[in-house]
């Protein structure tokens, strides 16, 4: 039981609250970054996309045009699926993407972290199995475990998942669903390769499991080569997640969820029950934004933008870190993951780090069974080359003193 | 099983729902309701608040405003309990109506629908009891609802919740909380009185129940005498829902919990795993909009003219109903509740009503335990004066040809 719960019973006797209220343990990470924005600290552990790209004046021109062209209808309750104008724009988007999708397939949430929610609600039950990759995305594993499952996680190479591990688990598990982040995962920033996209949709028909594909940084790769999407090869069984907090701004909070029409028949009452819908008028500012035609122009600036701090950030690492650290060089994205020498600890070593003047992630909050704790997540996006330079020659210091 | 899980099941094979999807049945209400919308139709159904009162310029001035004081922070990511200059303002605000609290105890939500599925984690489990009142707001029902909980409904009468009924059932069934909405209630218009908020909050300290007192329409009142908040009266046996959709606009979604500093860390970390954070750029709108002295004003216009459709609807009624009819006279909020005489069921009548170009919402469907379905709900703050004479016109002519 934790802290937080007894002392609400001193204050107020006798309330009774949830299982999952009572479940609650104080947020380890939060504890752990609470000193990382400190003044002076160069934080590569946020997931924030570079907000030196914000286009403002872009957003500020939408909102005066919504307002004009749309008026009241851009500040009263909306469908709960969303906008017209909105779910025009995503499918639209998807269809240059080679996903032919209609307007009755999507599901418009507040972020992509709605969304992992709503699934939630849609396919688990206690005790209920997810498969996730080794590492996966902290969010993820944060939403799901409100519905008391139990995570297996399936091995993983450079190439994403390894299929024989899928299929041992899906067999052996009966999962209710595979979770992936298939291009520049979140933490690892690695892409599956289209081989094991075509292996895992394979896997999914065969075990009748469906594949949850979380897409926020799709549209942000800074080189190689296009990989055709899990949902461009598995249609009906794959269920897509995207969201316009990359692309645009997170502050606007719009994200979806594309499936298929039936799914999406209960994708829908489950979201009016957490919310009646998605904020209308954040809706219509990205739809005027896109149909203004500021979208495509703009990805091509984060898309260069982040490839440059990028390729800095790898020439730092090169620069500073000895043979017995490696790293993975992911091709789009905010994040690269660190390997350090076994023998060091990332979660004891970053108090060290904060005071030297650096913080990241440690590792081990991305693994949903056995962490291994001498990883780290960096975030490259969002700090001038100054910086990347400074923080990666503090970080290469203070491992190198407790090597 | 639901229709719509069957159909599913035709297509993806092998896919495994949560018990909740397995359970979902196709909503009566919006069956029912598909056809009010239909042009000629003067439609009383809808729970919108009036569109002609939105302040757009003002909403566009801020959003221009924000974007100029503010920048990218107004764009990011934001804190998960709300923003610096939204829990000042909620805060402020609640301390005008003799609420002293501290933003330590406010959850800024996605509306207030959100805020009740939030304390749905916090507090529900599988077959837990809800207190409600009867009726009570179809909302709640089915934000809890997703909880499996078990709903038993308190006798009411003009003066809201009768506390013996109250203490009996808190004996009885020892529910996880009570939720009402004390205020001009959704769908009846009733508020509780003074003796009976003072019963209610001595019953929630004896039985250790929490209140959830939903505040939607608290300060549209247009008529009458303020009576003391359940929040000013119970403090930390209340927790108080409230939203700016009644005040400013629905589509910005921007409503918040009032809690105590212990419950509300609980309810940031559920709001944190179902979507991290609420909108932050309607956030700063809404700030924006206050802060430039617009939002008191705009208060007093909606409170005019509601209380000016509100007092034309009720002549309206007497004007073309027979004894055999009576209604609440709220003083304020958005809604009044019909009594037709027993043998005409608001439900069946629906259809005709329709077709004679005229919506309600059937009564039956505010009803957590026995419905009466002799009653119906009418919104008269969304039509003009017109509309009110020839809706409540055709409505009188329906009821009478089924008597």
Chains 1, 2 share one sequence.
Not at 348 to 358: M, R, S, T
Request: hydrophobic residues 40%; contains cysteine; proline residues 5%.
């Amino acid at each position: 039981m934790g802290g937080a719960i007894q002392e609400i019973e001193n204050i107020v006797k006798g309330w009774r609250f949830s299982r999952n209220a009572l479940e609650l343990k104080s947020s380890i990470i939060r504890e752990i970054l609470k000193d990382s924005s400190k003044p002076g600290v160069i934080n590569f552990g946020g997931g924030l996309p570079a907000p030196d790209l914000f286009p403002l004046e872009k957003i500020k021109e939408a909102c005066i045009n919504v307002i004009d062209k749309y008026g009241t209808q851009a500040l009263q309750y909306s469908l709960t699926s969303g906008t017209k104008q909105m779910l025009s724009l995503i499918t639209s988007r998807l269809k240059q993407q080679d996903i032919d999708i209609s307007a009755e397939c999507i599901q418009v949430t507040a972020g992509a972290q709605q969304a992992l929610d709503i699934l939630g609600r849609v396919f688990l039950d206690p005790k209920s199995v997810v498969l996730t990759e080794t590492p996966t995305y902290l969010g993820a594993l944060q939403a799901f475990s409100f519905y008391g499952v139990k995570f297996i996680s399936v091995k993983t190479d450079d190439e994403g998942i390894i299929p024989e591990d899928v299929e041992n688990k899906m067999k052996e598990y009966k999962p209710r669903f595979i979770y992936v982040v298939s291009n520049f995962q979140n933490p690892t920033g690695r892409t599956i390769s289209l081989k094991r996209r075509e292996k895992l949709v394979e896997l999914s028909r065969k075990y009748g499991c469906p594949v949850i594909d979380d897409n926020p940084y799709g549209e942000v790769r800074f080189t190689g080569k296009h990989v055709p999407s899990l949902k461009t090869i598995g249609k009906e069984c794959v269920i897509q997640l995207g969201t316009f907090s990359k692309l645009i701004s997170p502050g606007l909070r719009i994200g979806w969820i594309a499936s298929e029409p039936n799914v999406q028949k209960i994708i829908e009452r489950m979201k009016q029950a957490c919310d009646l819908h998605t904020n209308t008028f954040t809706q219509f500012v990205i739809s005027e934004f896109a149909s203004a035609g500021h979208l495509e122009p703009h990805i091509e600036l984060i898309k260069k933008v982040y490839g440059i701090r990028r390729n800095f950030m790898i020439k730092m690492l090169k620069e500073y870190f000895g043979d017995d650290v490696s790293w993975t060089e992911p091709e789009g994205g905010l994040f690269l993951w660190l390997k350090l020498p076994k023998t060091i600890n990332a979660t004891e070593l970053l108090p060290k780090a904060i005071k030297a003047g650096v913080a990241y992630v440690p590792g081990k909050f991305f693994f949903s069974e056995k962490p291994d704790d001498s990883t780290l997540r960096l975030n490259f996006c969002n700090a001038t080359e100054e910086n990347i330079r400074e923080g990666v020659k503090r970080l290469a210091k203070v491992i190198a003193s407790a090597n």
